[in-house]
């Protein structure tokens, strides 16, 4: 049985190479309206305490590092991706918000501000005992108790249509895991084939209406099928499934450049090969009334 990249490859992808996809997986989880075009950064996973001039001071290791921490305009949003329960999870979100509000906490002469960030946790796989919300309650000496707290998201209970319409494309590659058990034992997978069609489909005309870039679907179709791999591992059926996303081929715009300027230059350059081919032949002919001319003298 062959190895597979993990879901975290294609998340990992997607977040470095195309953080634009998330800001309307954050207008969709929060109730946000951030146009489409907002200025996007991705923040660092690990987190550092600042000292002014002299530097900065690492205090984290892979432990604090979580999936997705960036900003949008002057908020600041954590995005954890799980693929399996996890008992921890609000214990590692109290975490992970606290030293994502660390390094953006203003103090001075004893006084210290946080912002902690909003989250959320995408689950990609679902279990009748994941929780429906993560919840924090920091309890304080004086009895006031404040709840840090956010609606889980279920992959599986977004359909393909919402994808599409409410334009989490980020969503595409994952949308599959729904079907795990289908192609991993290779039974009853039609219907998976059917909506992979249908958001291949679709995939073609948002890149026909500009709503994704021909590098952003390239990398969704790669993400779908390193996603798809990991289920078949190998099986009968995986390259019948990863060929109905990947059997579609996305020229870059540099190369549709070229190929359009090319298509309008062509009878240009039929024209001039046809003069080149005239001249070729011209000079042919006269090489042979050379070679005859020089023949009769010496006789």
């Avoid at 996303?245 to 240009?268: A, C, D, N, W, Y």
Wanted: aromatic share 10%; hydrophobic share 35%; glycine share 2%.
């Amino acid at each position: 049985m062959k190895k597979t990249h993990d879901y975290d490859d294609a998340f990992k992808t997607l977040k470095t190479k195309h953080k634009r996809l998330f800001i309307s997986v954050i207008n969709e989880a929060f109730g946000k309206n951030y146009p489409l075009n907002a200025k996007v950064e991705l923040l660092p996973s690990e987190s550092y305490i600042f000292t002014g001039t002299e530097g900065s001071k690492d205090i984290s290791n892979e432990e604090h590092e979580n999936d997705m921490l960036l900003r949008i305009e002057s908020d600041v949003y954590l995005i954890e991706c799980q693929s399996y329960d996890d008992d921890s999870m609000a214990l590692r979100m109290a975490e992970y918000s606290f030293l994502a509000a660390r390094d953006t906490a203003v103090w001075d002469q004893g006084h210290a501000d946080f912002r902690m960030p909003e989250f959320i946790v995408i689950y990609l796989k679902t279990t009748p005992n994941t929780p429906r919300r993560t919840s924090i309650f920091y309890h304080f000496p004086n009895g006031d108790v404040v709840e840090h707290s956010a609606e889980n998201v279920f992959l599986n209970e977004i359909t393909k249509e919402e994808i599409i319409e409410k334009k989490l494309f980020a969503y595409i590659p994952f949308y599959i895991i729904r079907y795990e058990r289908e192609l991993t034992s290779e039974k009853d997978y039609e219907k998976a084939i059917k909506d992979l069609e249908y958001l291949r489909d679709e995939v073609v005309r948002l890149r026909e209406t500009d709503q994704l870039s021909d590098n952003e679907i390239n990398d969704i179709i790669q993400c779908s099928n390193i996603v798809i791999r990991h289920m078949t591992d190998g099986n009968e059926i995986e390259e019948e499934v990863t060929s109905v996303m990947g059997g579609h081929v996305f020229e870059l715009s540099s190369e549709r450049i070229i190929r359009e300027t090319k298509e309008k230059m062509q009878p240009r350059i039929d024209e001039l090969e046809a003069m080149v081919a005239d001249k070729d032949a011209e000079i042919t002919r006269l090489k042979e009334t050379i070679e005859e001319l020089s023949s009769t003298k010496k006789k």
